[in-house]
């Protein structure tokens, strides 16, 4: 009897080794698998990723800032944001990014807006039309963004240019 219960404790004590040995192997296996899914970026889908930011601290007077609709505006999730006239600034693949206007058109005389901006990674093209024109002139849009390789998106904008 004495060599029964030995027996049966030695096998207890192997069968709940074994368990507690799957059961880590598998929390370990699919914390892994939950890491590298977490960490996993596709850059080669095509798309270009435009984000909210906020009011660059850089631009101290005049400027136009856009939204990509009324509400996002009055919310102030912009997605571009210009000095009115020198350094246009944007979120785009992650990355905050500061870049020169090439060309933009005079805001107070005309009806329609037009800017355009390029850096080594984008080509950034901006169109509007002016809504409303009081101390501040508001315009609705669209902001296209073409990549070296050929991505091209676009987006509708709301947003003013003022002083």
Same mark, same amino acid.
Request: glycine content about 6%.
């Given at each position: 009897?004495?060599?029964?219960?030995?027996?049966? %404790?030695?096998?207890?004590?192997? #069968?709940?080794? /074994?368990?507690?040995?799957? &059961?880590?192997?598998?929390?370990? +296996?699919?914390?892994?698998? =939950?890491?590298?899914?977490?960490?996993?970026?596709?850059?080669?889908?095509? /798309?270009?990723?435009?984000?909210?930011?906020?009011?660059?601290?850089? &631009?101290?007077?005049?400027?136009?800032?856009?939204?990509?609709? /009324? #509400?996002?505006?009055? #919310?102030?999730?912009? =997605?571009?944001?210009?000095?009115?006239?020198?350094?246009?600034?944007?979120?785009?693949?992650? +990355?905050?990014?500061?870049?020169?206007? =090439?060309? %933009?058109?005079?805001?107070?005389?005309?009806?329609?807006?037009?800017?355009? =901006?390029?850096?080594?990674?984008?080509?950034?093209?901006?169109?509007? +039309? /002016?809504?409303?024109?009081?101390? #501040?002139?508001?315009?609705?849009?669209?902001?296209?963004?073409?990549?070296?390789?050929? $991505?091209?998106? $676009? $987006?509708? &904008?709301?947003?003013?240019?003022?002083?």
């Amino acid at each position: 009897m004495k060599y029964l219960i030995i027996f049966f %404790s030695a096998f207890l004590l192997v #069968a709940c080794k /074994k368990d507690k040995e799957t &059961i880590q192997g598998s929390v370990t +296996k699919d914390s892994l698998n =939950i890491v590298q899914d977490s960490a996993k970026t596709d850059n080669s889908s095509g /798309k270009i990723l435009v984000e909210n930011f906020p009011f660059p601290k850089e &631009i101290k007077e005049c400027s136009c800032y856009f939204a990509k609709n /009324k #509400a996002d505006f009055e #919310a102030e999730k912009y =997605i571009y944001a210009d000095d009115a006239g020198k350094i246009a600034y944007m979120k785009l693949d992650g +990355k905050r990014l500061a870049m020169n206007l =090439i060309s %933009s058109s005079d805001m107070e005389v005309d009806e329609e807006l037009t800017k355009e =901006i390029e850096s080594d990674d984008y080509k950034i093209s901006v169109k509007g +039309k /002016k809504i409303k024109g009081e101390e #501040a002139l508001l315009f609705e849009g669209t902001l296209t963004i073409e990549k070296p390789d050929g $991505t091209i998106m $676009t $987006t509708p &904008i709301y947003g003013e240019c003022g002083c």
